[in-house]
């Protein structure tokens, strides 16, 4: 069935616009908003919720199921960042290179993460965008952190090439698996890892 979003726009064109609404959504219109973290949480994953609804794509073209093999792959994947995190919490000179942070880290890692980050951002990009364009979804998805790498002071070129870099690799994972559930699980892992990492940092200087 045609969507609002897929009338009068051909194939073609469909991943383009989704991913110039997507990048307009996070740059522009996110912001403008003026919304607290968890505000923005709520915000990002209606947004997401919304244009998978409009995409017309149906469950299984969105990487819905398959969720056996999208754990499967998802649990192998998500060890690496975990591994490699605890390497960095046990190595002195590696663990002053993090960049501390005193959010609260409940809410960082059971909240904001799975819902304003993964959820969000796996359903636009691995959902969605996959599934009208692998090619163009890491694209977009490295255009996503356009605004978030302004906030945090960082390199918004370098910001966005890893981004679109760690998009390949995530939108590689969910056509391997045929599941969004395992870069879905890559992408928790990452996130949630660093989020305790911080928080350690944050906590160690505390107390020096």
Do not use: C, Q
């Not at 522009?28 to 949480?41: D, M, N, Q, T």
């Amino acid at each position: 069935m045609r969507t609002a979003l897929a009338t009068g726009v051909e194939p073609a064109e469909r991943p383009i616009l989704t991913g110039l609404v997507t990048t307009a959504w996070s740059t522009y219109v996110l912001p403008a908003a003026g919304l607290g973290a968890r505000g923005r949480a709520v915000a990002n994953a209606s947004f997401a919720v919304a244009v998978a609804a409009v995409s017309g794509s149906n469950a299984e073209r969105l990487g819905l199921r398959n969720a056996a093999s999208g754990l499967k792959w998802g649990a192998a994947a998500a060890a690496i960042p975990v591994l490699g995190s605890a390497v960095v919490a046990a190595v002195p000179a590696l663990r002053r290179r993090v960049r501390p942070s005193e959010d609260d880290l409940a809410e960082w890692v059971l909240f904001r993460i799975p819902v304003g980050t993964v959820l969000t951002e796996e359903l636009l990009f691995r959902g969605v965008l996959d599934a009208a364009s692998p090619a163009l979804s890491p694209v977009f998805f490295g255009l996503w952190h356009i605004r978030p790498a302004r906030a945090a002071g960082d390199s918004v070129a370098g910001t966005v090439a890893a981004t679109t870099v760690a998009g390949v690799v995530f939108s590689w994972l969910r056509a391997r698996s045929g599941s969004v559930l395992a870069p879905a699980a890559l992408h928790y892992a990452l996130n949630a890892s660093g989020a305790v990492l911080a928080h350690l940092t944050a906590t160690e200087r505390e107390r020096s």
